[in-house]
């Protein structure tokens, strides 16, 4: 080509996106893309389609740099307007900022390869392929307690999520519920006015007429909850009883169907003023199940069987739970566990994942454990380096031990720490549990024997149990 001539302009839908235009970043606006199995994108290889919106696909995928399999949500691409690309910068920033156990954390939000990904946690099934299978009473009544704190917690935040379903509540192991998808949620102010986004069936009539609120997810958890309990999705103009109204009866108390007849009002001043009421409402019902359910389940046997753990685990807690810090619960068998537990001493469920609550200013995003500011490797998981956010030592009374590599420059470290957080030395030392003299026989770390049937530190089957 000779000097002086210009290359042909490309196709308009063939040009990047420069920065500072619409989005602001380098997209290509081929319009739709569907990823291909085994198509990789960064780290990610795509292994299949889980779901597909009007906004964006989520493809289940294996990051193979962890290990894990993973969701991933991408946006369509040619609906990333500059707006839409401000609506899915709000989900993120709005999912970061909450830490509850019922709703889904996001792993990282970036651009790859010109698509903008979401990435979270990959769950089992969704509440919607649930609940169209036989729900036992009891699990139902669990997951209606999940879904009105995750919305609760919300509504705490200031945050309406507009866009409560079944579709997105994601189930996990240990019958676990998430509430996912923020997408079209908005932050509560007094000149809230919304543009009916949502999702028919669910929607609440004046979140349909643009003005959500608080009340708009309590009537969309009173659709949910209804749906799951009957079986039957009540339709406008929801007049009370919808179908399914007898078979409530006999599987529920009154008050869970009272419950749900008030969210379900039609005019929005009736409801709950917001989910934390609704559920401080819910919590307040001592036996949820109907009269004929609580008889059946109601044995000498299973009261035996109940009195007997939480009798074993009250004992524990006495003599052992301060020293082990043990304040949270397995989310299977619901025994106490400590933040550095590997697995559940009580029923040897993996906790490569802590679940809850933290301690520390900030958390690891591999294994969700709490980590100090001046920390540049996570002590409980061989987690990668970070910067620290801090010049400052802090200092702590939980540093009991020393780093066994003469060259670590602090040398402290808490009990059942694995490796140092500042020089990442694995440590060899035995840590043993305060009061008691029993050890595991595969790693030499302190167990319970009494209490146990599992080493939480390597989780291996204690001998004998």
Known sequence: MPPDTKPA???????????GCGGGTSLRRLGRRTLRAKQKLGKYVVERKLDEGGFAVVYQAR????????????????????????????????????????ILPLRTAQFIDDHFVIVSALGLTTLEERISRRLPIDLALDYARQMLASVAYAHSQRIIHCDIKPDNFILFEGNRLRLTDFGVAKVAQRTLRGSGAGTLGYMAPEQAMGRPSFRSDVFALGLVLYRMFSGHLPEYPFDWPPPGHRLLQKKLHPAVIELMRRA????????????????????RIKSPRGARGAARRSTKSSRRSTDWKTIQRRQFQQEFGKALETKHHCQVCHGPVSEPMQCCPWCGKSRFAHEGSVEFPQQCPRCRRGMKLDWEYCPWCYGPGFERSSSRNFTDRRYTG?????KCSRKVLMPFMRYCPWCHRKQRRKWKVPGSTHTCGHCGW????????????????????
């Open 63 to 102: 990051d193979e740099i962890e290990g894990i399999r993973v969701a991933l949500k991408i946006p369509h691409v040619h609906l990333l307007t500059s707006a839409a690309m401000e609506d899915f910068r709000r989900e993120v920033r709005l999912v970061a900022q909450l830490e509850h156990p019922n």
């Open 446 to 465: 302190g167990v319970v024997s009494g209490y146990w049937s599992h080493c939480p530190w390597c989780c291996k089957r204690l001998g004998g149990q």
């Open 264 to 283: 379900l009002e039609l005019a929005p001043q009736r409801r709950y003023a917001d989910a934390q009421a609704m559920l401080a409402a819910f919590t």
């Open 402 to 406: 020393r780093c066994q590599n003469p």
């Open 9 to 19: 302009p490309l196709p308009q839908e063939h040009r990047r996106r420069q920065p």
